[in-house]
């Protein structure tokens, strides 16, 4: 089991949960946008399940596993890529970001039906 970036994180510039990860599993698409959609994954093979991202996620974003909400189930999949499609990603970097407020951060997920 690992922790999951769901859609709600497209298009964030916003790093915060690749600055706390402990073992560096946060992945970029080297072409975003294109083969994959512009957001972080994490790559389940070296999540260590530790949690410390998911209340960093200031877009709310990160979810354990089972948690995943089923209009996200499809976002699973897609973050396995970053181990079985390694070439296409880069390690995360972390950036400088301004926060979302609340209002965008309800607007982004009522996008969702969330
Ligand atoms: S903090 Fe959340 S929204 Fe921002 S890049 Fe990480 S997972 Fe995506
Ligand atoms: S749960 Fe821990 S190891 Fe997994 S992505 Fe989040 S911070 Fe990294």
Not at 57 to 74: L, N, Q, R
């Amino acid at each position: 089991m690992a922790f999951v970036v769901t859609r709600l994180c497209e298009d964030c510039v916003d790093t915060a949960c690749v600055a706390v990860c402990p073992v560096d599993c946060f992945y970029q698409p080297k072409n975003p946008g294109g083969d994959y959609p512009n957001m972080l994954m994490i790559s389940p093979e070296e999540c260590i399940d530790c949690a410390v991202c998911e209340p960093e996620c200031p877009w709310e974003a990160i979810y354990p596993e089972e948690d995943v909400p089923e209009v996200f189930s499809g976002d699973i999949a897609l973050n396995e890529k970053c181990d079985t499609d390694r070439d296409a990603f880069d390690l995360a970097e972390v950036k400088e970001h301004t926060p979302p407020s609340a209002e965008e951060v309800s607007a982004n997920r009522a996008k969702y039906g969330l």
